[in-house]
RNA sequence: GGAAGGGUGUCCGAGUGGUUGAAGGAAACGGUCUUGAAAACCGUCGUGCCGGCAACGGUACCGUGGGUUCGAAUCCCACCCCUUCCGCCA
């Protein structure tokens, strides 16, 4: 959530920035709520000091039955003023959680994902002298992808992906974790972007892939249930991304400022429902309701929030260079980074199968939105406590990346070359 | 699934209904000592909210939510979570 404090100062710019994100929420009731919670809440607040001091009176016992009555007295209207606050203090709370976070000033104003703006174009879209094929033709073919019989088993939207293909993921998996587990390549990659940034590696995590609805809820990630898996037995949901159990491992805690930044590659299974999207991308495999991410998770310093998101966007242009993909640079604008981000980037790229650019990254930067609700603070070396500043960004969603890797790597007789800095990882093979 | 034990501050850990925002220890910070460091010693040291320019004052918080009481970390009820043992299983 936003800070209270700062909606008080700022309630014009709340107000628009707000709606520039499409959030109608209306920060003059909010302030109206607030301070009539401040109110009922001064006035309990010098009911219970008298009743503390009437029961401090009475210490050591033995009070009278004039006393006992009063303290009965003053004990039933805090109880009175309480319920008058119970109800303005919920509607407070609830209205406060819709304000979503301000976007930074450079990101464009939009009303929808229409009006995102490409920064940048790197790469050409892929050319064939023949017609590209997609990724369900290709992998069916040769049977790298089964989709009929996973439908049999689990249902529309799962797939056994097999053989080489296989392979071919464990081979990202490894050459992801070789780059940000190298600190001369972060290094590289601070330098060349001039980042205040230590050089400090990420660390590879394996998170648990479920997690309960109180760290979920506070996360600020859990908004739509149509999207997430719930198994209502056992109050756990399963993750749709490993950034949601990592941006909540450090939940309720309080980091010493020497530890930060925090760096973390995460690599999970992500589960999504799917609800909203019927009969969109069916074929291929595209979008799942399984599938497996490599997802880079930071917490940070406020000063250096904003540095680490710029890093985390280096890392996915150079990944994707690596691979020698063709992408596209997208900043989000304000209607389509998401109600905790200040700023957000999506990496699109180019599909050969579809002719188009669609989206395979996302990098989203929630200064202290995500990390005031989680209750994660930094302790300063001054002292004082700061919630830190939350970063995470895709590394590569495996499904996606395969697929964009089968269509432009596709030669003519249906087999797939190896990116050059894969080999290694698949025995040196050069096709699949 | 069966049984037991626990959730207290940055961490460990004590806590008899009022003298407890909370002993003691560790860590951290400041200092004394030292050529320097360590050790030793002295001091400081929870968080949120409200008010105040501030010093400060008020209030809440001992897993969560209720209850009893003039007064609850402490008593009662419900729930959540963790640990250990047995069973089952990878």
Known sequence: MLDIQFIRDNAELVQEKSRQKGYDVKVTDLLKLDEERRNLQGKIESLRAERNQIADALKGGNPSEDQIKRGREVKEQVAQAEALLDPVEASFLALLKKVPNMPLDDVPVGASEDENVVAKTVGEPTQFDFEPKHDYQLGEA?????????????????AYIKGD???LQFAIIQFVLQELGDEAVIKRLVEENNLQLSTKPFTPVLPPALLRTEPYVASARLDAEEVTYKIEQDDLWLNA???????TMYWNEILPEEALPIRYIGYSTSFRREAGSYGKDVEGIFRMHQFDKLEMEVFSTSES??????????????????LQLPYQLIKKCTADIGKPNATGVDINCWFPGQQQYRETHTADYMTDFQARDLKIRARRTSGELDPVHTNDATAFALGRILKAIIENYQNQDGSIRVPTVLKSFMGGAETI
């Open 305 to 322: 929030g904003l540095d680490e998101h710029k890093l985390m966007v280096a890392i996915q242009e150079y990944l994707m260079q690596q």
């Open 165 to 167: 293909l296989v392979r």
């Open 142 to 158: 040769k049977d790298l992808i089964d989709k009929e019989r996973a439908a049999k088993v689990a249902g529309s939207r799962f």
């Open 241 to 247: 991304s490993a950034e949601h159990t990592l941006c």
